[in-house]
């Protein structure tokens, strides 16, 4: 793919003070949570372990721990140079296989068992719904009975992720197994070789929307981010990467519908109208990424690709509805379950700051230290959308880009249905606050990225985490 803009300017340093007051209040904001959260959880009344997390505070070590040590070290001596210099397509395909193994190795802390193979396997899991769907006369009939089946009284009711999420979800593991690749392994490989792209497609975005040096910069901060922990290995890994194509595919359509007609940005436009559309069956809360789309067709200064998105999610609703499950009454019908278990149970004043103190661990440190940076640059930067301005670009796109997706999971959070367990279920959104690191200035970046890479290794060898 050819380069898509001139050079643009650094954007102005805020100070490194600034920085570190940034990062200290966010360790602050995760250490209050922790301690209000225990105080809190007298009788397990917020169903956790170790609030703010859904985790249980067991220190070890294991057979990944010396490859993710390893990965971590060559990430941060050799990331930023190879960033800078690797081609454009080696980048990307270095960002895979980076990616890959960073989210392996850190599973593998707790064991090839635990980590990788049997983490999809739970009681609560879709897997332990798979072979019942596939016995069925066919998967209308799954759907035909999917919402009756919802309710936490229900006779012979769903897994707990089997019911909080639309059918989407359950049926891309029964093909999975239709098609013979049986069990946990493959599901667990499946996730992550969906995770492990989405770095790829959140460099390309950036690259399209602010430039090439902005996402250069990224680069090592996406590879190595802390979210990685709950990325490998989690279904949620493969909503977040539908959900990144779908906005990268999206930014492909809106730059190249302003250079004229073409059948390529159509076709763009409507696989990220598929995309969007799987995306709104794999999980109700991810219509929220919407945001984020109507984010980059500002930015892009065109609503050309709309109708071709929108023919691409009709797709799937036709299918969906068709085959006897409405999207709607399934959410409703969720709503009453979800309060009436932990959700219900759960306090709404305490969730609703700590579910953005639990984003300090995915984020990391470095993505606070980045908010500083950003902050005093959003106003200026939602300015220049204004009609009749130039195409934004630089360093703006990127505030304005990450901006939309933190908007998405401060609506999440306020809407009151996701009460903990947003480290894993917020992965979509938190993808998208990690190029915001690009912001940090270079002669800073690296010490960042070491607190990155020190931030998932603590939380993956302090905590067992669990979904």
């Given at each position: ?98 990616s890959t193994g ?66 989407g979800a359950t ?28 770095p790829a497609a ?266």
């Amino acid at each position: 793919m050819e380069a898509v803009e001139p050079p643009v300017p650094d954007p102005p340093d805020a100070g490194w003070r600034g920085e570190w007051v940034a990062a200290a209040v966010a360790a602050v904001l995760f250490a209050a949570s922790a301690v209000i959260g225990t105080a809190l959880n007298d009788g397990d009344r917020l169903r956790l372990q170790s609030p703010p997390l859904l985790a249980s505070w067991a220190p070890h070590v294991g057979p990944g721990t010396v490859p993710a040590l390893l990965l971590a070290g060559l990430g941060v001596l050799y990331g930023p140079a190879l960033a800078r210099r690797l081609p454009w397509r080696w980048l990307l395909a270095a960002s895979w296989a980076g990616s890959t193994g960073w989210l392996l190795t850190l599973a593998w802390i707790d064991g090839w068992h635990r980590g990788v193979v049997n983490n999809l396997e739970t009681k609560h899991e879709y897997l332990r719904s798979v072979g019942e769907v596939n016995a069925m006369p066919g998967w209308g009939h799954f759907l035909e009975g999917f919402v009756d089946r919802i309710p936490i009284d229900a006779v012979d009711n769903w897994p707990a992720h089997v019911a909080g999420h639309p059918p989407g979800a359950t049926l891309t593991f029964a093909l999975l197994d239709r098609i013979g690749l049986h069990g946990g392994i493959w599901a667990s490989l499946f996730c992550v070789v969906w995770a492990a792209t989405i770095p790829a497609a959140v460099l390309l975005t950036v690259r399209l929307l602010s430039g090439e040096r902005l996402a250069r910069r990224a680069a090592p901060f996406l590879v190595l981010a802390p979210a990685a922990v709950w990325l490998g290995v989690s279904a949620d890994a493969y909503f977040a990467a539908v959900a990144a194509w779908a906005v990268a595919l999206l930014a492909l359509a809106g730059r190249g519908a302003r250079r004229g007609p073409g059948w390529r940005w159509r076709g763009a436009a409507l696989g990220s109208g598929v995309l969007f559309g799987l995306l709104c069956y794999l999980s109700y809360g991810l219509t929220l990424m919407a945001l984020v789309g109507v984010a980059v067709l500002a930015l892009t200064r065109t609503w050309r690709p709309l109708p071709y998105v929108l023919l691409g999610v009709a797709a799937w609703v036709a299918v969906f509805t068709a085959g006897g499950f409405w999207w709607y009454e399934g959410y409703q019908v969720l709503v009453d379950r979800y309060f009436a278990g932990a959700g219900g149970q759960r306090p709404y004043g305490y969730f609703v700051w700590a579910n953005l103190a639990a984003q300090v661990l995915t984020v990391g440190l470095a993505t606070a230290a980045a908010l500083w940076q950003w902050g005093p640059r959003l106003a200026g930067a939602l300015r220049e959308l204004a009609p009749g301005r130039p195409v934004v670009r630089g360093y703006r796109a990127l505030v304005v880009l990450s901006g939309s997706a933190l908007g998405a999971l401060l609506v999440a959070d306020l809407s009151g249905m996701s009460k903990a367990e947003t480290e894993r279920i917020w992965l979509p959104f938190v993808m998208w606050l990690l190029p915001l690191t690009a912001l940090l200035p270079p002669r800073r970046a690296r010490w960042w990225l070491v607190a990155q890479v020190v931030m998932a290794l603590l939380v993956n060898h302090l905590y067992r985490t669990t979904w």
